[in-house]
């Protein structure tokens, strides 16, 4: 088939129709634009949200949480088994809040091939002290390095230098919230008060800065061995293991998995995070409904020129069947009228649409909350311009192929006789 | 040797009611005549051009062109048979409005395509000459006047040098001097160039001028 004749007709066609192509056209281009920023900016702020959550959250965190035994003396009386048992006032049993055998655990771990990378922590109780305040405070021992690349710990620390806290024992990064109470910066000692009721005094060398202010109000870090000795312990106390797992989903088949071969508790970030799913799934939903009915509205746009155009060109179909033009070729003829401008209109929609989203990309947001981010976050990825082109051209292609269909059914004779 | 043979073709309008418009039409076209078809005003002319030229499929009986048997063909086949075999001229100047001159001649071939587009471009500037209206090549259709679109409608029934040239009534809508013109055009395709027409006419000056003249009356042929 000679194709060249038929996309010859066609762009003849629309030029002698232009002003109405170009209206059709625009209705494509305003749909896929939107489309575009409105999901380049909602996967932006997701994956900005996400972050905050993701980046800092292990896949399975492991611990030894404090619990009442599950059997009680009672319940292992066997004069008693047949009758009704009641304990009160249950206490938990003593027990240390470290993971047992944490040390083979790691190494156990780190040789895992689903693993990427584990971070044991030494979480500690203490004080903040100066002067004659006293603010509450959790300190987490970390490997400082592993901390970063796995956790993005750096990302957050606002002043001074992770290293410093590698290299010195005797050393802290204190939150944002901690250093602005105790009005104290780097280089600044202060006292911690332990449980026990040791004092320690420590050098800040780095404020950290979550966004969160629960957080950045209590929580600072030391590295290992200064989190052990403050709480008087030796290497082997760990309390916590954060794991980052090469895929986020095995996370839950991983964290029962730990339950079961080690006796610990280990809890997943889908069970730790359940909301953060839901929010994201919603703002998914929101940008395609409003991309696709926008671009259902181009489709009628489309739909109803091409019909127009079909009214309008009824002798042109009727001569070109009469001179040997198939059925196909005018549906041809037609259709590819619709891809063409589904086409230019979808890729001046991209253009339009990256312009857009890379000046938002350029608009400055600052907030406290997101120490990191400067400007408004934008997710260039080429997936949704591809996707973007697929939708233009599935969109015209529907609209142009019922109006196409007619004019393949016209009957040249009808047309002919009415004249 | 024969180009259209008709045997017992019937054609059967049904709306409003069942009428019988054409009954029984057996004829032939040989190669290099001029014939015109003559009669009353709906006597059913028209239905019968449009079935020879395999636009109206609905029909009984059989039509042949250069002795094989179009009747059943499918749309495909039939467009191309339009296309290669049979050149049509309408009594309205049917061209394509947007088009040059130029490019409503070339169409046909270009859909054909046999030739080179450039080959199709000196086909189609050789028939525009043949008739005398090479200059208006560049202009688009709908700017000429109605003779000339006539012309024009002439030069692409014969681009793809088709075994016969179907008319109706494509004087017509012509005053007398254009009228005559077109009928000069056909006598001199007929004699110089062999070439088969079959034209449906209401003009007894140019039935005359024809080699013979297929009367109808009714639906039938009677003479
Ligand atoms: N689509 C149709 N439905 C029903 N009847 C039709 C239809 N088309 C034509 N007819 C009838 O068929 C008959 C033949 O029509 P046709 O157009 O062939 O006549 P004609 O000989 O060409 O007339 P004219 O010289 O006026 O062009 C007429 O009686 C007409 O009313
Ligand atoms: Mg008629």
Redesign the pocket.
């Known amino acids: 088939m000679n194709w060249s004749v038929l996309l010859s007709i066609s762009r003849i066609h629309i030029l002698s129709r232009i002003k109405q192509s170009v209206i059709a056209g625009l209705g494509v281009t305003f749909g896929i634009a939107t489309f575009i920023v409105l999901v380049s900016f909602m996967t932006g702020l997701n994956g900005l949200l996400d972050g905050l959550i993701l980046n800092r959250t292990p896949h399975v965190h492991i611990y030894n949480e404090i619990l009442p035994s599950k059997q009680q003396p009672l319940d292992l009386y066997s004069a008693a088994e047949n009758s009704l048992s009641f304990v009160h006032s249950v206490k938990p049993k003593s027990t240390a809040a470290r993971i047992h055998n944490a040390l083979p655990l790691l190494k156990i771990l780190q040789g895992n091939p689903q693993v990427l990378g584990v971070t044991p922590q030494v979480t500690a109780q203490a004080f903040y002290t100066a002067g004659t305040i006293e603010l509450n405070g959790i300190i987490h021992g970390i490997n400082i390095q592993e901390e970063s690349r796995l956790f993005k710990l750096d990302d957050y620390v606002m002043e001074g230098n992770i290293l410093d806290l590698e290299n010195n024992n005797n050393t802290i990064i204190i939150g944002a919230g901690v250093a602005q109470k105790l009005s104290a910066g780097i280089d600044d000692r202060i006292q911690l008060v332990t449980a026990k009721g040791n004092v320690v005094p420590l050098k800040i060398v780095g404020i950290y800065q979550s966004g969160l202010a629960d957080i950045d109000n209590v929580q600072s870090y030391t590295n290992l061995k200064t989190a052990q000795r403050i709480i008087g312990e030796g290497d082997n106390f760990i309390t916590d293991i954060n794991i980052k797992l090469h895929h986020m989903e095995d996370a839950l088949p991983f964290a029962r998995n730990m339950e079961k071969l080690y006796g610990v508790t280990a809890v997943d970030i889908g069970t730790a995070n359940a909301q953060f799913e839901t929010g994201t799934t919603v703002r998914n939903i929101i940008t395609y409904a409003v991309s696709i009915t926008l671009l259902i509205v181009a489709g009628f746009g489309i739909y109803n020129i091409l019909n127009m155009f079909i009214y309008e060109k009824m002798n042109d179909i009727a001569i070109l069947k009469a001179t040997g033009f198939s059925g196909r070729d005018v549906k041809f003829i037609f259709i590819s009228q619709a891809l063409i401008i589904g086409l230019v209109g979808g890729t001046l929609g991209l253009l339009l649409g990256y312009s857009i989203s890379t000046l938002i990309s350029h608009l400055p947001f600052e907030t406290e909350a997101l120490p990191t981010i400067k400007t408004y976050p934008v997710n260039f990825n080429p997936a949704y311009y591809f996707i973007g082109v697929v939708f233009a051209l599935s969109a015209t292609f529907f609209a142009g192929y019922l109006p196409a269909r007619k004019a393949e059914q016209i009957d040249p004779?009808?047309i002919i006789?009415g004249q | 040797m024969e180009v259209i043979r008709t045997e017992n073709i019937n054609?059967v309008?049904?709306?409003?009611v069942d009428?019988r418009?054409?009954k029984d039409i057996s004829f032939t076209v040989n190669t290099g005549e001029f014939v015109s078809i003559m009669?009353?005003?709906?006597?059913?002319?028209?239905?019968?051009?449009?079935i020879l030229s395999t636009m109206d499929t609905d029909y009984t009986g059989q039509l042949y062109l250069k002795g094989k048997l179009v009747t059943g063909n499918s749309a495909l086949q039939l467009a191309e048979i339009r296309n290669r075999h049979i050149g049509f001229v309408f009594?309205f100047h049917y061209l394509l409005a947007e088009f040059t001159v130029l490019d409503n001649v070339m169409l046909p071939a270009r859909k054909l395509g046999a030739k080179s587009l450039a080959e199709i471009e000196h086909d189609a500037l050789e028939k525009l000459r043949i008739l005398d209206i090479a200059y208006l090549a560049k202009k688009k259709a709908r700017r000429i006047s109605g003779g000339e679109k006539q012309r024009v409608a002439i030069a692409r029934a014969l681009i793809n040098n088709p075994a016969i040239i179907m008319g109706?009534?494509p004087t017509?809508n012509l005053d007398s001097k254009n009228s005559d013109n077109v009928l000069q055009i056909f006598r001199k395709l007929a004699t110089e160039q062999q070439m088969t027409l079959l034209i449906?006419t209401?003009d007894e000056d140019f039935a005359k001028h024809t080699d013979r003249t297929i009367v109808?009356e009714d639906?039938r042929i009677i003479s």
């Open positions: 004779v009808d006789r | 054609k309008f049904h709306d409003p009428v418009v054409l009669g009353k005003s709906g006597c059913g002319k028209s239905t019968l051009l449009y009594q109706d009534e017509g449906v209401h109808m639906g």
